[in-house]
């Protein structure tokens, strides 16, 4: 088997046997690389030399220490990583070159895990295809002819193409999960406070959440050992100890109480991911879970509470973006002037609708009528969670109604918007979410099904997706 096909845990292995070599390990991703992104497009720019240099640092150590000593990983581009660019998707960040590690590339590197190149994302990670971002779409590796998902498209795909052992992105309305679900891989968003943000670029504030993307479960319970925990630069992370995920792997799962949401069924879903979904559910029944239906009342309103919460955050954090201090800078005979001609010709189709909108529902007189209704919405969401969880110990439904669609086939803004109606209901709540691969469709695209759970209980989720996973193999 080739290096590029092995899993996180394999190569970490074999390392530490000396089977195989960190700079042999690196070589052989940007082989894959080199052989393949002209086409598939997942990376905005690889570190090469610096890659290779910390690789020879690492095979010359005695002691291989570190969670993921000598892994290759992407990092999605609106996570800072020092001295690279990082663009965020944007032109109005061309040139911009990080002058710190974000706290989560900060963790990857004292584990001896190596950055090896940022990924294409939408703009500021708004989007579900990475159409939206402002330098070139990134293609599905599973067919090049579909979309891999967004916003964290480029990180999907370089996994899903073996360009990358692992990857990181960030997840505000599924932005991890849509794209793990349509490339055939896992992704995790964490609990809202489990993993800090510091050095994302912010698009929601409340809703942001940096995680891991891998070829299996247990490389995704590693990746989020390594960046859980408190940070005491970003005030939101939870206080709270991190538990070893790969402990919850083997368990089993039976006795668990697994929910399935009513009201799904109140959306069109496509036949073969209702199909898989009723699959997946009887591979857990056959384990031991136990199945029970709960409602969750208000689903029927988290896309609409999303697109004022979320575009409202929007237009306060991309206001800092002006042109005066770094950046894409505009012309003008006055300030004014200056900031229109930088934030015209630097923002795009897709964020400057999001700022509008954003804009209007904060304006005077419409705040009470729009954002604040849309809270309030949201915390009763986060109740309809609250009382399931209290008949359940887990949540089951698809990632996505509907697999991978084709460049350009989604042209109605809201068409896109709908491609996240099973995602975003967690952001809102803040809760933790998996989207696993689980069979494919007709025309043999992946199809994601998707664990949810309680706050802070990854471990629960990681234990019930593992069973899910191994039971494909049975």
């Not at 070159?97 to 940022?118: H, L």
């Not at 309030?376 to 990632?399: G, H, N, S, Y």
């Not at 975003?424 to 664990?451: H, V, Y």
Request: hydrophobic share 35%; aromatic share 10%; charged share 25%.
């Amino acid at each position: 088997m080739e290096i590029t096909e092995l899993t996180v845990k394999e190569i970490v292995e074999k390392i530490k046997k000396k089977e195989i070599g960190v700079k042999e390990t690196v070589l052989a991703y940007l082989k894959n690389i080199e052989d393949k992104d002209n086409n598939i497009k997942a990376f905005l720019s690889i570190n090469n030399e610096e890659a290779l240099i910390k690789a020879e640092e690492l095979d010359k150590e005695n002691e291989k220490n570190g969670q993921i000593f000598g892994i290759p990983v992407a990092i999605k581009d609106n996570i800072n990583v020092y001295g690279t660019e990082t663009t965020a998707g944007s032109k109005i960040l061309k040139g911009y070159i990080s002058p710190y590690d974000a706290t989560v590339v900060k963790k990857i590197k004292e584990q001896n895990g190596i950055t090896i190149g940022k990924t294409n994302c939408d703009e500021f990670a708004m989007g579900s295809s990475t159409e939206n971002s402002a330098f070139f779409n990134t293609k599905n590796p599973v067919n090049t002819d579909y979309v891999p998902g967004g916003s964290s498209g480029g990180s999907a795909a370089s996994v899903a193409a073996n360009e990358a052992a692992a990857a990181f992105g960030s997840d505000t309305g599924g932005s991890i999960r849509e794209p793990a679900g349509f490339c055939g891989i896992v992704g995790l968003k964490p609990t809202y406070g489990r993993v800090s943000r510091y050095g994302l670029i912010a698009f929601g504030s409340s809703l942001d959440v940096i995680g891991p993307l891998a070829k299996n479960v247990e490389d995704a319970a590693i990746l989020t050992n390594v960046i859980a925990g408190f940070d005491h630069k970003d005030e939101t992370t939870a206080n709270l100890p991190v538990e070893n995920y790969t402990d919850f792997l083997k368990r089993g799962i039976k006795g668990k109480k697994l929910g399935v949401i009513k009201e799904i069924n109140d959306f069109k879903i496509q036949d073969e991911v209702s199909i898989t979904l009723k699959e997946a559910i009887n591979k857990l029944e056959i384990q031991g879970c136990e199945i029970e239906e709960v409602s969750i009342p208000h689903l029927k309103y988290a896309l609409p509470t999303y697109y004022l919460v979320a575009p409202s955050e929007a237009s306060s954090n991309l206001s800092r973006f002006d042109g005066v201090r770094y950046g894409l800078q505009g012309c003008g005979d006055n300030l004014r002037d200056f900031y229109e001609d930088t934030r015209t010709k630097g923002f795009g189709r897709e964020v400057k609708r999001r700022i509008l909108i954003g804009t209007f529902a904060l304006s005077e007189g419409y705040f009470d009528e729009y954002y604040l209704k849309a809270s309030k919405v949201r915390r009763l969401i986060a109740m309809d969670f609250e009382k399931a969880f209290e008949k359940v110990d887990a949540l089951i439904l698809p990632t996505t109604a509907t697999t991978a669609f084709k460049f350009n086939e989604k042209k109605n803004p809201l068409e896109m918007y709908m491609s996240d109606i099973f995602t975003i209901p967690m952001n809102l709540a803040g809760i933790p979410a998996i989207s696993i691969p689980f069979g494919k469709d007709n025309k043999g695209l992946p199809i994601g099904i998707q664990i949810v759970g309680k706050w802070f209980e990854e471990g629960e989720i990681f234990q019930i997706s593992y069973a899910l996973e191994q039971s494909k193999e049975s």
